[in-house]
């Protein structure tokens, strides 16, 4: 497995502004992945963070609102932008450490409200 | 998107007893994987599956990749105080890719 950190842990922010959360990897990783999950609910994909290229990003999941930068192996953003209530919801990094193990594991997550 | 359904929705038990739950798709995975969240934490990864009819435990907990391909068992033995949380699982196609779609969710609560 792998040791993985995120930054913040938690915020709260106003409507309109934008939020940079940080994903980091203790180890070298093939595959980093942003979650959401709303409260009380399940996990959802946003996006596959690819390194030196853009985002994939998942059915109703766009760059302009979740613009993703994965520099290196080992660390990767997710921004929401122009938030609003609606974004309110907790942001989920997970990795998966190597070719042909589909297995993933998630950082603590960013408990993100939008007032 | 892909409808991983889990039953139950929650649970209530007493310490010690056995705990089932499963989750259904309507699709054929490839991939089953079972985790455990607890309140403000991530998900944490108990049991991978990746063969039909494939039974892999981890210390209490066991799982099966269903037969079907279409479903997965979750079942813990003798049940403690530190199994309360949600349970998820996830589920892959082939050829899809590390995309994997959660489950609803079962809400397990202990009762000592």
């Known amino acids: 497995s792998a040791v993985i950190s995120q930054k913040p842990s938690r915020d709260i922010c106003q409507r309109g502004t934008s939020l940079t959360i940080q994903c980091q990897v203790d180890?070298?990783?093939?595959?980093m992945f942003w979650y959401r999950q709303q409260p009380g609910q399940s996990l959802t994909l946003i996006a596959t963070?690819?390194?030196?290229?853009?985002?994939?990003?998942e059915s109703g999941f766009v760059i302009d609102k979740f613009p993703i930068s994965r520099p290196n192996l080992t660390f990767s953003t997710l921004t929401v932008s122009n938030m609003s209530p609606e974004d309110s919801s907790i942001y989920l990094c997970?990795?998966?450490?190597?070719?042909?193990?589909?297995?993933?594991?998630f950082g603590p997550g960013t408990r993100l409200t939008v007032t | 998107g892909q409808q991983l359904n889990q039953s139950p929705q929650s649970m209530f038990i007493q310490e010690g007893e056995d705990v089932s739950m499963n989750c259904t798709s309507s699709s054929i995975f490839n991939t089953w994987l079972w985790y455990k969240q607890d309140p403000g934490e991530g998900p944490v990864l108990l049991i991978a599956?990746?063969?039909?009819?494939e039974l892999t435990s981890n210390g209490r907990l066991t799982a099966q990749f269903g037969i079907t391909r279409k479903d997965s068992f979750l079942n813990i033995s003798a049940s403690i105080p530190s199994d309360v949380g949600i349970y998820f699982c996830a589920g892959r196609f082939l050829n899809t890719g590390n995309q994997f779609y959660f489950g609803t969710g079962t809400s397990l609560t202990v009762i000592p």
């Open positions: 963070a690819n390194q030196g290229s853009e985002a994939t990003y």
């Open positions: 599956l990746y063969k039909a009819g």
């Open positions: 180890s070298q990783v093939t595959m």
């Open positions: 997970s990795v998966s450490t190597g070719t042909g193990s589909y297995e993933q594991y």
